[in-house]
């Protein structure tokens, strides 16, 4: 399969590739190309020109400011997963990074391609809304973050205003005594997520002090999972507080299903409640 | 609109240049500009593996990367394993265990198992396996597959 044919353009920093964007009518950035470059044999996306910022040296890297993890744009799934700064600090985003598609995907995939492609059978976005991450951007008004959660505005829609570019994420440290978990239901084929969850709880003197759970594959952005976060706070995170938690999702689903060959809306929503409930043992079972 | 750019790739230690269209996909380039075609192009849809080669030190789906972005890189196919007429100890495996059958995934498979081995020189039965996830073996052989990987890591000094 051949893409439409295009130009490139390849950005040396990235004031350059904003630069580059401006220049030139329906460019679209590449970074691993992951995620565009299928979508380009589809002729899914058939960009007149491709600003490529894969060699930008200074959008890779992870280090912890402040309390937080900044990652830059182009660091691949495979160094975030085996990073100990991120098992210590976001171990859920580890998790979630290390079970993308396969080995040599994650070598070249890249978490600012990622969430800006957003893919919401992707995993990273799902960990990162539930960390509470923010996107670092870069634009000709100069740099802005935006909240993951804020970040989609629709199926592989985003935020993002025209010729800026996400330059890298970041994750506050999780607090002491939490417990979190990513647990996937994958594509047998596609390796893309069913059904992905992540679940962070807290747990202060027996009982849920705070708890974030984002489900990503059943809506067209990811749903924040605000029911089941009510019903764990102040609970025991017992198993009967656990299965009461994960009954309460079904309330959860307000936005754009997702449905395909494979997996219908309704069991999307059904398999949620299966791996939600999983990922809930898991993360309580970590926290305190 | 300028159609083609001109590339340098380093392929197996070997300078390969010529002039491209920005969508040309590596494995072409591997295939008919180097005319390298041990590489092969199965799924075209990064899922089956046998187009992986070793891009810059890791592995990589060549039908999802563009030429244009690897010029500059250094490239390794299943061409470079072989050491003139010894061959790889994962070949030697491969071709001990029967571990191919028509061998249309075999390079996808040996570079695979190649990169297990670089970064877990002992690694345990499940390992293997998970390192191979993203190779598809159609005529199903992996048994003889994940056995090869084993008998090389003992022969390369691990297991």
Redesign the interface.
């Given at each position: 399969?051949?893409?439409?044919?295009?130009?490139?353009h390849?950005a040396g920093s990235v004031a350059e590739a904003v630069q580059l964007l401006a220049d030139n009518e329906g460019a679209k950035v590449?970074a691993g190309?992951?995620s565009l470059?299928?979508a380009?044999?589809l002729r899914l996306a058939a960009p007149?020109a491709?600003v490529?910022i894969?060699?930008i040296a200074a959008l890779r890297g992870i280090s912890l400011e402040g309390g937080s993890l900044v990652i830059g744009a182009l660091t691949n799934f495979?160094t975030i997963a085996s990073s100990e700064l991120v098992q210590a600090n976001a171990p859920v985003l580890a998790e979630a990074t290390g079970v993308v598609?396969?080995?040599?995907?994650r070598?070249?995939g890249t978490i600012g391609g990622n969430v800006s492609h957003g893919d919401p059978a992707s995993d990273p976005p799902t960990a990162l809304t539930a960390l509470g991450a923010t996107y670092n951007v870069s634009g000709p008004g100069g740099e802005r973050s935006i909240a993951a959660s804020d970040f989609p505005t629709g199926l592989l829609e985003n935020a993002l205003q025209d010729n800026e570019i996400l330059t890298g994420v970041s994750v506050p440290a999780l607090a002491p005594g939490s417990g979190s978990a990513y647990v996937k239901f994958p594509h047998p084929?596609?390796?893309y997520a069913v059904v992905g969850v992540a679940a962070i709880v807290a747990s202060q003197g027996g009982s849920c002090s705070s708890a974030s759970v984002v489900i990503g594959g059943v809506e067209t952005t990811p749903t924040r999972a605000s029911s089941v976060e009510a019903a764990l706070v102040g609970s025991d995170l017992g198993n009967d507080a656990l299965d009461a938690a994960a009954a309460a999702v079904a309330g959860d689903f307000t936005g754009d299903p997702m449905s395909d060959i494979f997996a219908s809306d309704e069991y999307r929503r059904a398999m949620a409640a299966v791996y939600l409930r999983r990922a809930l043992g898991i993360a309580a079972s970590r926290a305190g | 609109?300028?159609?083609k750019?001109p590339v340098e790739i380093t392929i197996n230690g070997k300078s390969c240049s010529g002039e491209v269209?920005?969508?040309?996909?590596l494995v072409h380039f591997i295939r008919e500009n180097a005319g390298l075609t041990g590489t092969k192009v199965g799924c075209?849809?990064?899922?089956c593996?046998t187009c992986?080669v070793v891009?810059d030190g890791?592995?990589?789906?060549a039908c999802?990367?563009?030429t244009?972005?690897a010029s500059?890189s250094s490239v390794t196919t299943i061409e470079g394993f072989a050491d003139g007429a010894n061959l790889h100890p994962l070949q030697e495996a491969f071709w001990n265990n029967h571990a191919l059958q028509c061998g249309f995934c075999t390079p996808g498979m040996i570079i695979?198992a190649d990169?297990i081995l670089r970064n877990n020189p002992s690694p345990t039965r499940e390992e293997i396996r998970q390192?191979l996830?993203?190779?598809i073996c159609r005529c199903t052989g992996y048994q003889n597959i994940v056995r090869a990987v084993e008998q090389a890591a003992e022969t390369m000094g691990g297991g």
């Open positions: 399969m051949y893409p439409a044919n295009t130009t490139y390849r590449l190309g992951h470059i299928p380009m044999k007149q491709l490529d894969g060699h495979a598609g396969d080995p040599a995907v070598n070249r084929a596609s390796r | 609109m300028k159609l750019v269209e920005p969508r040309q996909l075209d849809t990064s899922q593996g992986t891009l890791s592995t990589a789906k999802t990367v563009l244009v972005q500059g695979a990169a390192g996830e993203g190779n």
